[in-house]
């Protein structure tokens, strides 16, 4: 069973930083698309930023310049790394892997960034 479990959230101030970890289990190879996404309360969930297998990446307007997405694909492994931290980055991040078929798509459980004015 595929499992996708994120670490890293926690209570930060405005300005700050933390860097997310999202780490998949039980697949064999890597896959062709990760990202994060978030969920703020009351709204509904966006992405946040992708990336490839290949290093491509993508990002929200709203983080660009602010956060940095990378991957390692021998451990299925991404990263977020956020900087310059805004109140309004509050929310539940969630981690996200797409493979080469369509139902090769897999969700983490979240974890929740607090930053504080």
């Known amino acids: 069973q595929v499992q996708l479990v994120e670490s890293g959230g926690g209570l930060v101030q405005a300005g700050g930083s933390l860097r997310l970890s999202c780490a998949a289990s039980?697949?064999?190879?890597?896959?062709?698309?990760m990202g994060w996404y978030r969920q703020a309360p009351g709204k509904e969930r966006e992405l946040v930023a992708v990336?490839?297998?290949?290093?491509?990446?993508d990002y929200a307007d709203s983080v660009k310049g602010r956060f940095t997405i990378s991957r390692d694909n021998a451990k299925n492994t991404v990263y977020l790394q956020m900087n310059s931290l805004k109140p309004e980055d509050t929310a539940v991040y969630y981690c996200?892997?797409?493979?080469?078929?369509?139902?090769?798509?897999?969700w983490g459980k979240g974890t929740l960034v607090t930053v504080s004015s």
């Open positions: 996200n892997a797409k493979g080469y078929a369509p139902d090769m798509n897999y």
């Open positions: 039980g697949v064999i190879f890597s896959f062709n698309v």
């Open positions: 990336i490839t297998r290949g290093g491509s990446t």
